[in-house]
């Protein structure tokens, strides 16, 4: 079937399924999603394995737990998600009755990177679905085991008339964005996110946009080294720095470089990441940035540019200003370290950046942390810790300007593919005596609407 007709198929479907996909089958769905990834875990890991080389444990802890948990949180809390909301309307609203109605908002595109190439397809397609929406999801031709795996799941789970996958090339995708979509989930990018946004304005669907970005990692003077150095090297390592969300960069207090530096190369002395550059042309990228930061004065601490696909994870220390690395997203195993001495210095330099998807904090004097919290932009704040603000169940994720738009998870997830419709109901409004022409008691009553708003 043409992605035209898939598309067409589904759109002819709204009216039905706001009358008909309610929150039983809404829950059955989820339901179905949730068996088929459970009976599939081994043949999702194999497939991720063949696209990155990420070993079958990381695998399971970074992308079918988290599905697992979503699906999980829909599952119990939809029924609350979905109720309509009572609001109150002051003098203005006097007897009327007034409430938000959750509403699907219709078909919805997802369209998911590479990186985490399941679970940044599927997570999407939990909040759609929560939502009472069609989906067709476009999984990245980077990672091909990947998408024909998520393909298989899909044509397990549902119906091409509820949820659909499209494989493809670029070619494909601007078919898809062509197409007059109700929402557009996108994760990649901020260059193609500029890209998803036009066509967008050009069918007036809705977006979700999660970017990335240069996330910062401040070391402070207060920091627990041991801790912080551990902490790091998991969030940079995992999935070979492949993550939106990784510490992109060290920002280290002078005054515990050395020390620091210390504790996190043994860190990395404990074994490095199996998992792959995902192509030798996102490699060959990675080697020119690194040999461009070493030829204009960076020192390589541990790690080395490695051959092919593999690429050791590297700490560079004495960063130069103007090299690339400082400047690009760097999306791989690479970590330049600079250091800061005064905290007005750092926080000039925090706020002369694009904002970040993530920042990450460590320290332990709590007024330093408050102060920092409040000063800075970011997608959201991880103190003392890296990557869980991802996957908490009680937080949105998301960014701001370049790192994104919209958030997702959860009840955000839900609210980011529905509609809130405004439903207001008269039951004995008085607004009647203020229709033309106005007499004393209309009168009466616009004074007293002017004096108490």
Sequence with gaps: MQLEQVFERQKAGVAERRLRFGLPERRAALARLEAVIRARQGEICDAIAQDLGRPAGESLLVEVLPLMQEIGQARRQLRRWMRPRRVWGGLAGLGTRARLVPQAKGVALIVAPWNYPVSLALGPLVSALAAGCAAVVKPSELAPASAAMVSRIVAEAFDPDLVAVVEGDRDVATRLLALPFDHIFFTGSPEVGKVVMAAAAR???????????????????????????????????????????????????????????????????????????????????????????????????????????????????????????????????????????????????????????????????????????????????????????????????????????????????????????????????????????????????????????
């Design 203 to 453: 069918t007036l669907a809705s977006v979700t946009l999660e970017l990335g970005g240069k996330s910062p990692c401040i070391i402070g003077p207060g920091a627990d080294l041991a801790a912080a150095a551990r902490w790091v090297a998991f969030g940079k390592r995992i999935n070979a720095g492949q993550t939106c969300i990784a510490p992109d960069h060290l920002l280290v207090h002078e005054a515990v470089a050395a020390p620091f530096l210390a504790a996190l190369q043994a860190e990395y002395a404990r074994g490095d990441s199996a998992t792959r550059i995902i192509t030798p042309r996102h490699a060959g990228r990675l080697r020119a940035l690194l040999a461009e930061a070493e030829a204009m004065g960076a020192r390589r601490i541990t790690g080395g540019p490695g051959e092919g696909c593999a690429m050791p994870a590297v700490i560079l220390e004495g960063m130069p200003e103007g090299s690339a690395l400082t400047r690009e997203e760097i999306f791989g195993p690479i970590l330049p370290v600079v250091t800061w001495a005064g905290e007005a210095a750092l926080l000039e330099r925090l706020g002369a950046a694009d904002v970040p998807l993530s920042l990450y904090l460590f320290e332990r004097d709590r007024a330093r942390i408050d102060r920092i919290c409040r000063a800075v932009a970011a997608g959201a704040v991880g103190v003392n810790l890296t990557l869980l603000q991802f996957s908490h169940a009680g937080l949105p994720f998301g960014g701001k300007g370049r790192s994104g738009q919209g958030q997702a998870h959860g009840a955000w997830g839900f609210a980011a593919f529905s509609h809130l419709m405004p439903v207001l109901e008269n039951r004995f409004s008085p607004a009647r005596l203020l229709m033309p022409p106005l007499g004393a008691k209309g009168r009466r009553l616009l004074d007293l609407l002017l004096k108490w708003g």
